[in-house]
């Protein structure tokens, strides 16, 4: 089969890398750090975003689209985000090719074709967004605004992986204009909300919300919020963040409205984002040596049923049966394939769909007929059992319902397993060495330590947890005293 | 209010660029050439989207995302097509910026940061798509490969007006792959079926169906079917594209197969696009001197209600049967909007919906209210009438689809009235400069007759229609003998 996988244990980056690939959600292609995303992959996006821009629209949001390039001068116009961003852009600088004088049949870039202003390929959209919003704001009739892009962006990464850190990555941004502070704040814990709850209830990826310290605050924001999810490997990854800008942006590219009272006042941000990097989350929550584990209710396919038979007549019979379980399925909306190519046999088939991820397999023999049952394999516990047909869509239903469960119960075992208290710099480093995960330790609140500790252990605060437990404590660095404890990890 | 468009007769371009930006489809932008799609538009097309995207998939598409950029030498492989597109292509150059020693809080593109091979950005993708089928294609079972990208390109317009011709746009390009020459073009013409079934039964803008003259032929392609719309202004305007490439991708990108007697040959290939043009075209076809008429199937809001109230107890009379006949549209699948927007009178919002071209108002009073019935406003024919509140859900059903109907058929009257027969140069022209439209005439076949005809009168050979009626004849330019009409139109 050519389709064993590196196991976690032997190699966990290899295990992934190989399990992108095999399980035929993504390619490298052929431009540096850039990939291809294969349909399979690509009908797992799908699934995320239509239900994320269900859940945005459901919270007041539209959905409209920006340019792609940024002229260099709007680009520097909000100079920390310009500086944050700078070391990283993909930059169109001609507009023109032409013959090789010297080389028949290749094409050269047209020296007489250089754009006055360069254009910056957007790693983000801030930008572009505000020096358009300027012309679209005057009054506080025209806010709030609440507009969501799905887009590509460009970011000049020198270490990629598939899905985790792309050049050019898929996402959403989220750019909202307030009439007051304390509107943009709701605004940007809100969209933290919405992000939690899509992790947790589709990907079946239990979170941590958090507040990042001013280190590792998005380039331009005032205060950024972030979810934090465990990997099997003990590591964090950073799922989505959402921004609270302040009057930044608006003071950059002067976007004033007049308030009830006539008085000008700037306009207050936010922005959130949650990207194509997201699958390679839910990729190392939930994947197992055999291959991906799919949560049912994002999974490109949900079912998928296999025909097991001898003759023509046999299968003719197994044919029938199966179509009338799909229909049966479809019915319920749930997303079912039979799997009848005749150049494969089931094992190989059987292989191949543990590998892809897909929750429920049905084994359609035909003694089974006989019998009036089938053979459910379930693709997270591995199970396999023999269930009546009376009834059958609803107990996959059901089925699904359970497995979607069980992958998010396992996850949050994992990670309340894999969450320590450190009390001294010894056990924290023991923990990161050890099982690894969050550690939750205290810290004197100082860039300084901050940066010591990330040199020394190679773990950042992940975050601040919201409603955090205030308690007395000393720094595991430094001993200074502390009031809260915050989360630490190594870190995607 | 601010809202008076241009009239049609007054002059045809102005009112077009007015009704985007006022009708709040698309604004333009700080980017040359490029344009912002507003909530409004964007509704617009995440529906024509959705509804497209059904239609692959009904027809065994799947979806994918290729990278944005194509290194040079890739894209210069197929040779014809790099030809094609060179003078149009924005070209990444450098991936980094640093601080201007000069100009504090400036940046400056980094020298040192050159990257070593140009990257284009995608004007089409052919090139990085054919590159990678080369990985996924060996054998016939791995054919036929029919996948389909949503994606924005970038073509550098020296002219450019909204939604028609913008240096970055939105689109699907579908890349197809097959074992036999005979299936690559049962799927080319497929595919222009789907456009053409899509563009009359959603967008209600009848199509022409024909095949391209080598002269206009896709850069790369060995044939181009297009669908062809007209215009009001008697202009015609090509809505949709499906390519037939022969081998030229499969040999300049080296991807053969093995068919089922083990013998290597190259794989046949199609490619088929329709982009946020399309949106162009919809507004010519159907809008008049008062603003946007949309179809009812895809306009982003179908009906609205208008409520038309004196006092607190009156508003919430017509509140609550607003908001109940708003839940039972809804129930039917309606999009519908209560503007109970208490800062703008039922004029102003009369003129404003109107202008966004919304296919059903209800205004909604209190004497109607007591009467058991309300008014209705088509905005395709301008009528008002009043109605029964009894099954009102149900008639605006009904009516939502005659008004689908009526523009459709407006359309089409106004097609045949303007596709005239020309049997010499003089007729030719002097339709060309009248009443404009399609003309039917003959042509003697060479690419130096079309070329002469397209410098001395403006008019290009549009299409010859598939099914065409074979006819004898002379060429109204040569007078040399042709064997039938062609369609000529001065064209968008």
């Known amino acids: ?37 294969k349909p399979y992959g690509y009908a797992l996006w799908e699934n995320m975003r239509d239900q994320l821009d269900k859940m945005f629209k459901e919270t007041g949001h539209v959905n409209a689209y920006f340019p792609l390039f940024v002229p260099k001068s709007l680009f520097e116009a ?78 000049w990464e020198m270490r990629t992986r598939l899905f985790l850190r792309t050049a050019e990555f898929l996402w959403q941004e989220g750019h909202t204009a307030h009439a007051t502070k304390e509107e943009a704040v709701e605004e940007t814990l809100k969209m933290l909300d919405v992000y939690a ?53 608006a003071k950059a590219f002067d976007v ?27 990729i190392m929550a939930h994947s197992d040596d055999q291959g991906l584990v ?30 009338e379980i799909m229909d049966g399925l479809k019915k319920l909306g749930i ?31 035909m ?25 059958i869509e609803n107990y996959i239903q059901k089925l699904l319902e359970d497995i979607q469960q069980n992958i998010y119960d396992r996850a949050l075992a994992f990670r309340t397993e894999h969450t320590t208290e450190a009390n001294s710099w010894e056990e924290f480093t023991s923990i990161l060495d050890g099982k690894a995960g969050f550690v939750s330790a205290h810290w004197d609140g100082t860039a300084e330590t901050e940066e010591k500790i990330k040199q020394e252990s190679k773990a950042t605060i992940r975050c601040i947890p919201l409603r955090n437990t205030h308690e007395d404590g000393k720094c595991i660095l430094t001993g200074n005293p502390s009031t809260q404890r915050v989360l630490f990890a190594r870190a995607y």
């Open 197 to 249: 709850a899509f992790v947790e209830e589709y990907m079946a990826v239990p979170v941590i919300r958090g507040v990042k310290t001013p280190n590792e605050r998005f380039a331009g924001a005032e205060d950024t919020y972030c979810i934090e999810a465990l990997m099997q490997d003990g590591k964090a990854l950073q799922a989505g963040t959402s921004h609270f800008l302040g009057q930044n942006f």
């Open 256 to 282: 004033k409205f007049s308030d009830k009272n006539n008085k000008l006042d700037y306009v207050w941000a936010t922005s959130w984002g949650v990207s194509t990097r997201l699958i390679g989350a839910l």
């Open 294 to 323: 799919m949560p049912p209710r994002i999974a490109p396919l949900q079912v998928v049923i296999v025909p097991i038979y001898k003759g023509e007549e046999g299968k003719m019979l197994v044919d029938n049966k199966a179509i």
């Open 367 to 391: 003694r089974d007929l006989e019998n009036n049952v089938v053979e459910l394999a379930r693709r997270d516990t591995k199970e396999k059992f023999t269930v009546s047909l009376d009834g």
């Open 78 to 155: 909000e100079e920390k985000n310009a500086e944050g961003f700078a070391k990283e852009c993909a930059i169109v600088t001609h507009y023109r090719l032409k013959s090789d004088p010297d080389n028949k049949g290749k094409l050269i870039v047209d020296p007489d074709a250089k754009l006055e202003e360069e254009l910056i390929i957007r790693p983000t959209s801030e930008a572009i967004i505000w020096n358009t919003y300027k012309g679209w704001i005057q009054s506080y009739r025209d806010l709030p605004l609440l507009i969501n892009q799905w887009a590509n962006v460009v970011r």
């Open 1 to 37: 089969m050519g389709k064993e996988l590196t196991t976690r244990a032997e190699d966990y980056s290899q295990w992934y890398n190989e399990l992108v690939v095999k399980g035929q959600l993504a390619d490298h292609s052929a431009v540096r750090g850039c990939m291809v995303i």
């Open 335 to 365: 997303r079912v394939k039979y799997d009848d190519n005749d150049n494969a046999r089931p094992g190989w088939k059987f292989a191949e769909h543990e590998l892809k991820g897909v929750p429920v397999r049905i084994a359609l023999g």
